[in-house]
């Protein structure tokens, strides 16, 4: 096949099954793995926009057209898309965050034709409407306001993220803040859909019961017309070095205090950035580590602990969050949590710990990739955010290389006070009607 | 404990053995499912278990409290070895059954297994760990304020089932939850325990004979025993609209769920209304996210759910527009539900929804671990052992006329329970003035009254 170039290939697993990276003409790349375990296949499109190619005024733009990207195209009616797949027995989905956004289809080995022909269709003659701006926009308001407004969790995350970026566009919300969305308007999605969904902005993974021949074929045929575009080179910009700490207080509709902390971590290509997820998953991951088992199951200070380091192009978090039992005020959590990092950063993990953390994480990993979705979400992502889909199975090497003195090294330089940032919600009591912020970011200290 | 008991226990165990056999990935998983959930915390059968009154959140209680220290090992052992081993294990009690649960790569299974036998057969029952556990479950509650979800389903469910078992929560209250104590535990594991009341499974990359000698080496004191399970009550029918407002203050939002009660899974109206409720709200293109979201943007989700398990469930659509759009929403979603008992499916609607219906099933048995979830539930709820295998045929065979002798039968427009999570004084007024609840009852509760 002349139209397609075979870019790459690698084992995925140990099973037999391949992973391989073609490239059309056009630019559109194609990663196919042929996995006939279950009579399914997963078809996603992984597009290289997201939040973080926004800019202020208008946040919020690159979800808001995820939901208008189910809307009417040329040669389907508005709700046929959706409706030839649920006829075919298939679910479809899309979700954006700040490096890209995905498009996700579901559905019976037998309707992989249907898949192609619908995805590349909206990838090329998507047809935009005032009224379905008007009616997505309500849409997204709703998911807003379940997800923000209305959530306390959803409502810190946000200010974390606010308060811990101050120049690179992980400052906003992949949402957007609420004024925007009421004020993006047709022209700024259709500037949106001319400029960055484009094949050779965009990765098509397949995965399941597939022949590879076959698809390979298809999609030569239904993208292989669409034309490349010019895609703007995404800006370079670097978060300035935080430091001192920030700590914001809010008066919340909760019973106890909840905190959320952020320590600046590496990106997601960094060495580092695996480290830091296990250095994470040492010291909060489980119910044997050393600050849950003290302050969760031990001393009963936090009802809750949880923790991630965000997955992003470039440096984003460590996230913490933490609620209080009653009795219990944050500035003692964080003050005995404070205590469990400095010992830890003076002296490192333990092999022991390293050991049964490495253990987790090496479960996690396997159990990601049990279904064809889950196969194809790993690859996509790792081929978006890191710009190879074969650093996926780098992750079980790397993790298993990684030594006590690695992971210290780490400690010390990312875990320091003045990378943090602190989301403190407290208890605002029956009379309270507004949130209101009783700290800032100038440094005050926790 | 006698041999012959144990002996006898193991067999029932491997008799009964349910097993999804899946080489693809390094992964293992051993399932131990008791056939009575927190229904058995009303039930005569509970009540008996406890050593006195039946007491809500037991069952819950006792299970979790299971891995708090079990053999030899404390709480701390137990976590750290099976931290050790990157294996994972899980208690989770529900209305209907219990699970037991360990999962590891395979090189670490059998030492996985070996803990969990530990944990289901011989829980030491610690002291410290039972008020250590009390404290997290009253902890738990404290968060719940903060779910609107979770206390919509919550005052929902306590409204429609009454005093009968699903109405009651499975972590029970916070009175109920300090009520409780260690020798009903003990009691409830004594009684509940039993090979008769237990269904083994595996799943991943295990084979029969392997899954056989673990049982053997590592369950071979599980006691004989009977099955606990015993008839769920169904409630007692209510009629007329019945709006419940969950009071919290500062919502921009409110979390809407209007239903009623459901036919029984057994009930031969289950499959033909199933088919018409997904028709309703069960996909993207449905009538009811068609209308709510497509057309008017008023909520982000919007759906319909008919449920099922051992007992009666309930039907339900779910909504959750702006404060502003409650009354509006609550409106048109009346006027669909009424529309939809009244007339039926549209033109289209039955072929499309059966055929959805038939070829999306392969996702719900798309992994051994899929396949072993819903055998086991099947046995549970004592459904034939091929309904997920003939699912696909019985779904072509509804028929236009068994979708309205259903319709006819069980829905009852008239008798909905309309739950609302919101600011009261934001909706209330509104929806005081809707024509379709110019007669409803209605009810306002803190949001922290349960």
Same mark, same amino acid.
């Given at each position: 096949?002349?139209?397609?170039?075979?870019?790459?290939?690698?084992?995925?697993?140990?099973?037999?099954?391949?992973?391989?990276?073609?490239?059309?003409?056009?630019?559109?790349?194609?990663?196919?793995?042929?996995?006939?375990?279950?009579?399914?296949?997963?078809?996603?499109?992984?597009?290289?926009?997201?939040?973080? @190619?926004?800019?202020?005024?208008?946040?919020?733009?690159?979800?808001?057209?995820?939901?208008?990207?189910?809307?009417?195209?040329?040669?389907?009616?508005?709700?046929?898309?959706?409706?030839?797949?649920?006829?075919?027995?298939?679910?479809?989905?899309?979700?954006?965050?700040?490096?890209?956004?995905? %498009?996700?289809?579901?559905?019976?080995?037998?309707?992989?034709?249907?898949?192609?022909?619908?995805?590349?269709?909206?990838?090329?003659?998507?047809?935009?409407?005032?009224?379905?701006?008007?009616?997505?926009?309500?849409?997204?308001?709703?998911?807003?306001?379940?997800?923000?407004?209305?959530?306390?969790?959803?409502?810190?995350?946000?200010?974390?993220?606010?308060?811990?970026?101050?120049?690179?566009? %992980? @400052?906003?919300?992949?949402?957007?803040?609420?004024?925007?969305?009421?004020?993006?308007?047709?022209? +700024?999605?259709?500037?949106?859909?001319?400029? %960055? %969904?484009? &094949?050779?902005?965009?990765?098509?993974?397949?995965?399941?019961?597939?022949?590879?021949?076959?698809?390979?074929?298809?999609?030569?045929?239904?993208?292989?017309?669409?034309?490349?575009?010019?895609? &703007?080179?995404?800006?370079?910009?670097?978060?300035?070095?935080?430091?001192?700490?920030?700590?914001?207080?809010?008066?919340?509709?909760?019973?106890?205090?909840?905190?959320?902390?952020?320590?600046?971590?590496?990106?997601?290509?960094?060495?580092?950035?695996?480290?830091?997820?296990?250095?994470?998953?040492?010291?909060?991951?489980?119910?044997?580590?050393?600050?849950?088992? +003290?302050?969760?199951?031990?001393?009963?200070?936090?009802?809750?602990?949880?923790?991630?380091?965000?997955?992003?192009? +470039?440096?984003?978090?460590?996230?913490?969050?933490?609620?209080?039992?009653?009795?219990?005020?944050?500035?003692?959590?964080?003050?005995?949590?404070?205590?469990?990092?400095?010992?830890?950063?003076? @002296?490192?993990?333990?092999?022991?710990?390293?050991?049964?953390?490495?253990?987790?994480?090496?479960?996690?990993?396997?159990?990601?990739?049990?279904?064809? @979705?889950?196969?194809?979400?790993?690859?996509?992502?790792?081929?978006?955010?890191?710009?190879?889909?074969?650093?996926?199975?780098?992750? &079980?090497?790397?993790?298993?290389?990684?030594?006590?003195?690695?992971?210290?090294?780490?400690?010390?330089?990312?875990?320091? &006070?003045?990378?943090?940032?602190?989301?403190?919600?407290?208890?605002?009591?029956?009379?309270?009607?507004?949130?209101?912020?009783?700290? +800032?970011?100038?440094?005050?200290?926790? | 404990?006698?041999?012959?008991?144990?002996?006898?226990?193991?067999?029932?165990l491997?008799?009964?053995?349910? *097993?999804?056999?899946?080489?693809?990935?390094?992964?293992?998983?051993l399932q131990l499912t008791l /056939?009575?959930? =927190?229904? =058995?915390?009303?039930?005569?059968?509970?009540?008996?278990?406890?050593?006195?009154?039946?007491?809500?959140?037991?069952?819950?209680?006792? #299970?979790?409290?299971?891995?708090?220290?079990?053999?030899?090992?404390?709480?701390?052992?137990?976590?750290?070895?099976?931290?050790?081993?990157?294996?994972?294990?899980?208690?989770?009690?529900?209305?209907?059954?219990v699970l037991y649960e360990v999962?590891?790569?395979?090189?670490?299974?059998?030492?996985?297994?070996?803990?969990l036998a530990?944990v289901v057969l011989?829980?030491?029952?610690?002291?410290?760990?039972?008020?250590?556990?009390?404290?997290?479950?009253?902890?738990?509650? $404290?968060?719940?304020?903060?779910?609107?979800?979770?206390? !919509?389903?919550?005052?929902? =469910?306590?409204?429609?089932?009454?005093?009968?078992?699903?109405?009651?929560?499975?972590?029970?209250?916070?009175?109920?939850?300090?009520?409780?104590?260690?020798?009903?535990?003990?009691?409830?594991?004594?009684?509940?325990i039993?090979a008769?009341?237990m269904i083994a499974g595996?799943?991943? =990359?295990? #084979?029969?004979?392997?899954?056989?000698?673990?049982l053997?080496?590592?369950f071979?004191?599980v006691?004989?025993?009977?099955?606990? $399970?015993?008839?769920?009550?169904?409630?007692?029918?209510?009629?007329?609209?019945?709006?419940?407002?969950?009071?919290?203050?500062?919502?921009?939002?409110?979390?809407?769920?209007?239903?009623?009660?459901?036919?029984?899974?057994? $009930?031969?109206?289950?499959?033909?209304?199933?088919?018409?409720?997904?028709?309703?709200?069960?996909?993207?293109?449905?009538?009811?996210?068609?209308?709510?979201?497509?057309?008017?943007?008023?909520?982000?989700?919007? #759906?319909?759910?008919?449920?099922?398990?051992?007992?009666? /469930?309930?039907?339900?659509?779910?909504?959750?527009?702006?404060?502003?759009?409650?009354?509006?929403?609550?409106?048109?979603?009346?006027?669909?539900?009424?529309?939809?008992?009244?007339?039926? *499916?549209?033109?289209?609607?039955?072929?499309?929804?059966?055929?959805?219906?038939?070829?999306?099933?392969?996702?719900?048995?798309?992994?051994?671990?899929?396949?072993?979830?819903?055998?086991t539930? *099947?046995?549970?709820?004592?459904?034939? *052992?091929?309904?997920?295998?003939?699912?696909?045929?019985?779904?072509?065979?509804?028929?236009?006329?068994?979708?309205?002798?259903?319709?006819?039968?069980? !829905?009852?427009?008239? $008798?909905?329970?309309?739950?609302?999570?919101?600011?009261?004084?934001?909706?209330?007024?509104?929806?005081?003035?809707?024509?379709?609840?110019?007669?409803?009852?209605?009810?306002?509760?803190?949001?922290?009254?349960?």
């Amino acid at each position: 096949m002349t139209d397609v170039t075979l870019v790459s290939e690698q084992p995925f697993g140990e099973g037999g099954l391949v992973s391989r990276l073609y490239q059309l003409k056009n630019g559109l790349k194609v990663l196919l793995l042929r996995d006939p375990s279950a009579p399914v296949f997963a078809y996603q499109t992984w597009f290289s926009v997201g939040s973080r @190619h926004e800019r202020e005024g208008k946040t919020g733009i690159a979800h808001l057209f995820e939901h208008l990207m189910f809307n009417e195209t040329q040669n389907l009616p508005h709700g046929e898309f959706d409706r030839r797949f649920e006829l075919a027995g298939g679910n479809t989905n899309a979700a954006t965050w700040v490096d890209w956004t995905y %498009y996700q289809d579901d559905l019976p080995a037998s309707e992989l034709a249907l898949a192609v022909s619908l995805e590349s269709e909206r990838m090329q003659n998507l047809l935009l409407r005032e009224r379905q701006v008007e009616t997505e926009r309500g849409v997204v308001i709703s998911e807003r306001q379940m997800r923000v407004d209305d959530d306390v969790d959803g409502f810190m995350s946000e200010e974390l993220f606010r308060l811990a970026f101050t120049t690179h566009p %992980y @400052h906003w919300p992949t949402i957007g803040w609420m004024q925007d969305i009421r004020n993006l308007s047709l022209d +700024d999605c259709e500037r949106f859909y001319r400029t %960055y %969904y484009a &094949p050779n902005n965009a990765t098509v993974v397949v995965a399941g019961d597939i022949d590879e021949s076959q698809t390979l074929a298809l999609i030569v045929k239904h993208y292989g017309g669409i034309g490349a575009q010019t895609i &703007p080179v995404t800006e370079v910009i670097v978060e300035p070095v935080q430091t001192e700490q920030r700590v914001v207080r809010f008066r919340k509709p909760v019973l106890t205090d909840k905190i959320l902390m952020g320590y600046k971590s590496p990106a997601q290509h960094d060495p580092d950035h695996l480290r830091m997820e296990l250095l994470g998953e040492i010291l909060i991951g489980s119910a044997s580590s050393p600050i849950y088992r +003290d302050l969760v199951i031990e001393k009963e200070i936090f009802s809750s602990l949880g923790g991630s380091v965000t997955p992003f192009r +470039d440096p984003g978090l460590w996230e913490i969050s933490a609620s209080l039992h009653r009795g219990h005020g944050a500035d003692e959590g964080l003050a005995l949590f404070d205590q469990h990092i400095a010992h830890f950063v003076a @002296h490192g993990p333990t092999a022991e710990q390293l050991d049964r953390a490495r253990a987790r994480m090496l479960t996690s990993f396997y159990l990601s990739l049990k279904t064809a @979705h889950g196969k194809a979400s790993s690859l996509g992502e790792s081929q978006t955010t890191l710009g190879d889909y074969r650093e996926l199975w780098r992750v &079980p090497q790397i993790l298993r290389s990684i030594t006590v003195a690695d992971l210290h090294a780490v400690a010390q330089r990312y875990l320091r &006070p003045e990378l943090r940032t602190v989301v403190i919600a407290e208890p605002s009591g029956e009379a309270s009607d507004e949130d209101e912020a009783e700290g +800032d970011d100038d440094g005050a200290e926790a | 404990m006698s041999t012959t008991q144990t002996a006898s226990g193991v067999s029932t165990l491997i008799d009964g053995l349910i *097993l999804e056999e899946n080489h693809d990935l390094p992964l293992c998983r051993l399932q131990l499912t008791l /056939r009575v959930g =927190s229904t =058995s915390d009303q039930t005569e059968a509970g009540t008996a278990a406890s050593g006195g009154p039946a007491k809500m959140g037991l069952c819950n209680f006792a #299970s979790e409290l299971q891995r708090r220290g079990a053999g030899v090992r404390t709480r701390a052992q137990i976590d750290e070895t099976l931290d050790g081993l990157g294996a994972g294990l899980s208690i989770v009690c529900w209305h209907d059954q219990v699970l037991y649960e360990v999962m590891s790569l395979r090189e670490h299974f059998d030492r996985a297994v070996e803990i969990l036998a530990d944990v289901v057969l011989r829980p030491t029952y610690p002291g410290d760990e039972s008020e250590r556990l009390r404290r997290e479950l009253l902890a738990n509650l $404290d968060d719940l304020r903060d779910d609107d979800s979770g206390l !919509l389903h919550r005052f929902f =469910s306590r409204a429609l089932y009454g005093e009968t078992p699903y109405g009651r929560p499975v972590s029970g209250t916070e009175d109920s939850t300090l009520a409780l104590d260690l020798d009903g535990a003990h009691a409830w594991h004594r009684h509940h325990i039993v090979a008769g009341n237990m269904i083994a499974g595996a799943a991943g =990359s295990i #084979s029969q004979t392997e899954v056989e000698s673990l049982l053997r080496r590592h369950f071979s004191q599980v006691p004989a025993g009977p099955r606990r $399970d015993e008839v769920i009550p169904s409630p007692p029918k209510r009629t007329g609209r019945r709006v419940l407002i969950v009071d919290k203050p500062e919502r921009t939002q409110s979390q809407i769920l209007i239903g009623q009660l459901a036919p029984h899974w057994k $009930d031969p109206s289950w499959l033909p209304l199933h088919v018409s409720t997904v028709a309703f709200g069960g996909t993207f293109t449905a009538r009811l996210m068609d209308e709510v979201r497509v057309k008017r943007g008023l909520s982000y989700g919007a #759906s319909a759910r008919l449920g099922n398990g051992r007992g009666q /469930r309930s039907l339900y659509a779910n909504v959750f527009p702006s404060a502003e759009q409650t009354a509006e929403t609550v409106e048109l979603v009346l006027r669909l539900y009424e529309e939809w008992a009244e007339k039926g *499916l549209r033109p289209g609607e039955l072929d499309f929804i059966r055929n959805y219906l038939q070829k999306s099933h392969a996702f719900t048995v798309q992994t051994a671990d899929d396949r072993l979830g819903l055998r086991t539930r *099947l046995q549970v709820c004592d459904m034939p *052992l091929d309904h997920e295998k003939t699912y696909p045929a019985r779904v072509a065979s509804v028929t236009e006329a068994d979708i309205a002798q259903a319709m006819k039968t069980w !829905l009852t427009p008239d $008798d909905l329970l309309i739950t609302i999570v919101a600011t009261a004084d934001a909706v209330l007024p509104s929806l005081q003035k809707l024509p379709g609840l110019r007669d409803a009852e209605f009810e306002v509760v803190p949001y922290d009254s349960f």
